[in-house]
C-alpha cells in the first residue's frame, strides 16, 4: 500500500490507542470525541481490512497486523514529533554542539571577548570555532552548514532576500596620529588631513574604504600609503610613523593607553557603523541559532 493513498491523521489515531487500550482514553490524548474516533477508527479497519483492536475484558487488544504496524509506526512517529520540535528545543548547559563563525579581526575583538566568556558559564561544552572572512557574505557556506554565523560589519541597513541579520553594536569614527605629530600642531584640519599620508584597513583587499568615499562625495581624495586587512595591526604602525588612520572609535579606546597617539574628530563627515550578525534565513528557526542570537542581543 502507498503512503499516500492513507489518511495520516488515521496513523495518529490507531497509535494512541495502542498505547492507551481504551477509545475514551486515546480520543481525549489526541483531542478528539469519542464518536470522531470511532468513525476513524472504522475508517481505518476498512483500509487495512483488519479489526486491529477487538474488545477483551473492556480492553483494546492488538490484533497481529496491529502490534506488526506498531512496531514501526511507534518510532516514526517518535521521529516524526522530535523534528518538529527540535527547533523549538535547546538547552545550553547540556549541548555540545559547534557553532562556526566567520569574522575579520576587528568584528571577533568586538564580540567574542564578551560572548566567549557568557558562554563558558551558560553553555560550558559548546564549542566556538572562528575563520577568517575571506569573503565579505560568504553565502555559500552559511548554506552548506559550513558556516552558521557571519560577523560583519556595515554603514547601511542591509535587506536581502537569502541572508538576515541583527545589530550588536555601533559606533563611531576618530582620526589618529602620532603623538606630537610635526604638522598637526594646530589639530587635525582638512587641509592636514588632505596633505597627510593614509593607512587604509581593507579586509577584502578593497581600494576604497569609507573614508575615499566621503571624500569623493565632496571631490576629494587622499593618498594612501599602506593598506592592511588587519584593524589591530593599523594603529600600531601609525605610532610608528607620520601616518594617519581613521578607524572606529571602539578599538582606539582600546589601545590608547598602549600606544603614544593623539586622537582627532575625523574633519569630514563620517557615517556611524554597526556591527551585524549574519546568518541565512533557511538556519533562522534553528534552536541554537535563536538562542546564540538572544544571547548576543542580550550582551549588547
Known amino acids: 500500500m502507498n503512503l499516500y493513498q492513507i489518511d495520516l491523521n488515521l496513523l495518529i489515531l490507531f497509535e494512541a490507542l495502542y498505547r492507551h487500550r481504551r477509545v475514551s482514553t486515546a480520543a481525549e490524548d489526541i483531542c478528539l470525541s469519542q464518536s470522531a474516533f470511532s468513525h476513524g477508527l472504522s475508517r481505518l479497519r476498512k483500509r487495512l481490512d483488519d479489526e486491529l483492536f477487538v474488545r477483551v475484558n473492556n480492553l483494546m487488544e492488538p490484533t497481529s497486523l496491529a502490534h506488526d504496524l506498531a512496531c514501526h509506526l511507534s518510532p516514526a512517529l517518535e521521529q516524526i514529533h522530535i523534528g518538529l520540535n527540535n527547533r523549538l528545543t535547546f538547552d545550553p548547559a547540556t549541548s555540545d554542539i559547534e557553532l562556526k563563525f566567520a569574522a575579520t579581526d576587528y568584528t571577533q575583538f568586538s564580540l567574542l571577548p564578551k560572548l ?31 558556516l552558521d554565523f557571519v560577523l560583519g560589519f556595515s554603514h547601511e541597513v542591509e535587506k536581502s532576500s537569502t541572508i538576515d541579520y541583527q545589530t550588536w553594536l555601533k559606533d563611531s569614527y576618530c582620526a589618529i596620529a602620532r603623538k606630537n605629530h610635526p604638522k598637526l600642531k594646530n589639530g587635525l584640519t582638512l587641509e592636514a588631513f588632505l596633505n597627510l599620508s593614509h593607512v587604509r584597513i581593507s579586509p577584502w583587499g578593497e581600494k576604497k574604504g569609507i573614508v575615499d568615499h566621503q571624500l569623493a562625495a565632496l571631490g576629494l581624495s587622499r593618498h594612501v600609503t599602506l593598506q592592511l586587512p588587519s584593524a589591530l595591526v593599523a594603529p600600531y604602525t601609525v605610532a610608528n610613523s607620520d601616518l594617519l588612520l581613521t578607524l572606529p572609535r571602539l578599538l582606539v579606546s582600546n589601545v590608547a593607553d598602549m600606544l603614544d597617539i593623539d586622537i582627532y574628530p575625523p574633519p569630514v563627515d563620517m557615517p556611524q557603523y554597526q556591527l551585524n550578525i549574519y546568518w541565512h534565513k533557511l538556519n533562522a528557526s534553528k534552536a541554537s541559532h535563536r538562542w546564540l542570537r538572544q544571547l548576543i542581543e542580550q550582551l549588547s
Request: hydrophobic content about 35%; glycine content about 4%.
Open 116 to 146: 566567549v566568556s557568557h558562554i563558558t558559564k551558560v553553555a560550558p561544552n559548546i564549542r566556538i570555532t572562528l575563520v577568517s572572512s575571506e569573503d565579505k557574505m560568504p553565502t555559500e557556506k552559511l548554506i552548506s552548514g559550513e
